[in-house]
Each structure stands twice: as structure tokens, then as C-alpha cells.
């Protein structure tokens, strides 16, 4: 199985902050990456698909970069409300297999 | 709007077979356009994929579960069902169906359903 390892596990930041968190493939996975934020007790919520591209309705201090087997996502100047955990995925190849996460807290 | 909503038994014994389905509304999923897949989370951990279903009735499933698991769909009822067998209380976990855009590169899970948590036990 393709193994996608995030770091960091955790972190804590101020509103305002940028953020950075990082998504590295076993392989090569071209851009076949997507990022989704899941908050608690809810479903999560895709962010960013194709590594870099931003659904419609996700807001513009997202963005996603990358290729083959190392990816960010950054949020430019965090905001209360992205106070969740990311999940990257790759769809590279079977088991579309999922990064453990990143939990983010708001200093 | 696309919606989509999971229903089944919230309580599983073990060694029996979990049966969950997951009704769309506000699109058809016959179209070619998409797919849909099963992803599971126990408390407190993070998502495993379980497999997924093209509306021409192919499917993948992860390795892991292959053995045990089906997932079928309906295209009359707009419907997809999973079904896994044999079940532990490692299965117990929230399982969600999501909707995935097939045409795009990374085909992106772009709608989910909310979740319903399964409970393996006696």
C-alpha cells in the first residue's frame, strides 16, 4: 500500500498565522492528491484536489502545491473557523490510502 | 443539492454481517461522471477507504477487507450498499459514503454523507 505519512501530527497557532502542513507519498503519486478538513463530529470536507486545485466555495487562503511525492498545504492567515484536522489522500493507486492527519488549535 | 445519507444497524454482533446503504439525492448516479466510495473512522482515529463502486458496477476494494466486504449499487433506487461480513469490534467505527468525481484527475470525493456509527458488539 501506498504509505502517505503528514507532518506535523499537531499544531497550535495564532489567528492570523500561516500554516504549512506537509504530505509525503511512499512513491511517486504525480498530483494525485487531494487535502479535506474534517471537523469534529462532522464529515470531512474537501479542500484541495489534484494538489493544487481549489473546489468552488473553499476559500482563497487555502492553496495546495506539489508533485510526485511531496505535497503542502497552507492556510495564508488562519481563521477560527479552520480549527479542524487535515487529511491528505492519494488516488494514485488501490488502497486509496489517507495520511493520519494534522490537528489544528487556535492559540 | 446533492445529498447523501447513510442508514443501517447501529449495533452489529459479532461474526455477522454489517449492512449499511447509502441513498443520493439531488443528482442521479448513473451518470459516468462519478462514483461512489465507502470510508470508515474509528473514534478518534483517522480514515481508512474501504472500496468504491463506478456506476457500471465495477468496483475496487481495499486489500485489507477485500475479503470480506461487497459494495453494490442501485441505480434505480439511486442507491449504493455496503455489506461486510464476519465483522469484529475492529470494525466498529463511523462509516461514511461519499460521492467521487471519476472525471477529475485526483477523482475528489466532493460530497459526503454524514456518517453513522457502527457498534460491533454481543
Known amino acids: 500500500d501506498m504509505q502517505m505519512t503528514q507532518s506535523p501530527s499537531s499544531l497550535s497557532a495564532f489567528v492570523g498565522d500561516r500554516v504549512t502542513i506537509t504530505c509525503r507519498a511512499s512513491?511517486?503519486?504525480?498530483?494525485?492528491l487531494n487535502w479535506y478538513q474534517q471537523k469534529p463530529g462532522r464529515a470531512p470536507k474537501i479542500l484541495i484536489y489534484?494538489?493544487?486545485s481549489l473546489p468552488s466555495g473553499v476559500p482563497s487562503r487555502f492553496s495546495g502545491s506539489g508533485s510526485g511525492t511531496d505535497f503542502t498545504l497552507s492556510i495564508s492567515s488562519l481563521q477560527p473557523e479552520d480549527f479542524a484536522t487535515y487529511y491528505c489522500q492519494q488516488t494514485y493507486s488501490i488502497p486509496y490510502t489517507f495520511g493520519q492527519g494534522t490537528k489544528v488549535e487556535i492559540k | 443539492q446533492v445529498q447523501l445519507q447513510e442508514s443501517g444497524p447501529g449495533l452489529v454482533k459479532p461474526s455477522q454481517t454489517l449492512s449499511l446503504t447509502c441513498t443520493v439525492s439531488g443528482a442521479s448516479i448513473s451518470s459516468g461522471s462519478y462514483y461512489c466510495s465507502w470510508i470508515r473512522q474509528p473514534a478518534g482515529k483517522g480514515l481508512e477507504w474501504i472500496g468504491h463502486?463506478?456506476?457500471?458496477?465495477?468496483?475496487n476494494y481495499n486489500p485489507s477487507l477485500k475479503s470480506r466486504v461487497t459494495i453494490s449499487i442501485d441505480t434505480s433506487k439511486n442507491q449504493v450498499s455496503l455489506r461486510l461480513n464476519s465483522v469484529t469490534a475492529a470494525d466498529t467505527a463511523v462509516y461514511y459514503c461519499?460521492?467521487?468525481?471519476?472525471?477529475?484527475?485526483?477523482?475528489?470525493?466532493?460530497?459526503w454523507g454524514q456518517g453513522t456509527l457502527v457498534t460491533v458488539s454481543s
Open positions: 463502486i463506478y456506476t457500471s458496477g465495477s468496483t
Open positions: 461519499a460521492r467521487g468525481r471519476a472525471e477529475v484527475t485526483s477523482d475528489p470525493l466532493d460530497y
Open positions: 489534484a494538489a493544487s
Open positions: 512513491q511517486s503519486i504525480s498530483r494525485y
